[in-house]
Structure formats: structure tokens, C-alpha cells
């Protein structure tokens, strides 16, 4: 499997000065709630420093950690699609620094720019392949193992 993409290595020069003339540095300390699933998702954001957490509620107490991004890394895809809620959790597993970046304008401008926002969606629905297929692996080894008690096709 191929390494998970960067947004903005990967987005070509004329686009990505586009999509960063719209950033605005943001900071999050360790342990901070970024968002909620369900909640609301406006905005995303390229990880600067630090890592996240993505994380489910499932049974207990607090959230169960499912996935977690690193410095480049984009966090929050749930601004393009309705019914636009995170369908995760997200919080700063050690202090963070992002740019951020609004949904709504960030639409805007891949309206007036169809070129910028097909470069910019065509990258993301790469890096969302790529977290799918690494998720996919990651259940596998999960359940895999334990293929033959279920009987086949059952985890």
C-alpha cells in the first residue's frame, strides 16, 4: 500500500497557493476536543505539529481511539457531503498546530474555480482511498484470525 498522501505537497503549486491564501493558523493543546462526531462539520485542517486522534463512541465511558493523523496530515473531510457531521471524534493526542480552513468558503472557491476544485477534491478523495484501504487492512488483521469459527464471510 502506497504511504498516505499530503494535501498540500501534493496539490499542485497554483492551487495550494490558493487554498492557503484561506488558512488560518490555528492551535489546540494536548487532550483538547477538536470536534464530535455528529457534531456540525464546518471546517478542516492541515496538521502543522502534533498528533490526532480520530475516535468512535462506542460502549464505555470515553471514546474508543480508531485511527490517529500526524504533521501533514488532513483532518476533516465531513465539510463536503451531507448531511456534513463528523463521523468521528477528534482530539489533540499531544499539542497541535494546524491551518484551518473554512468549509462554506472553501466551496465558494471551488465553484468560481472548477480547475482549483478538482484539483483540490480529486486529492482528497485519494487521501480518503487511501484511510479506506488502510482501514480495510486493519480489520482484516483484526478479524482474519478468526474467519473459520464465524464460517465463511463472517468476521
Partial sequence: MTASKRLLRVLPPIHRERLMALAQEVSFEQG???????????????????TVTLDLRLAGPRPTPVSSLETGDLLGWSWLFPPYEWDFGAEALSPVRAYAFDGAQ????????????????RVIAEILAYRVRAARTRLLDLFAPHAGRYGPGVP
Fill in 32 to 50: 483538547e476536543r477538536i470536534f464530535e462526531e455528529k457534531g456540525h462539520a464546518d471546517r478542516f485542517w492541515v496538521l502543522r505539529s502534533g
Fill in 106 to 121: 472553501v466551496q465558494a472557491v471551488c465553484d468560481d474555480d472548477p480547475e482549483f476544485g478538482y484539483a483540490l477534491l
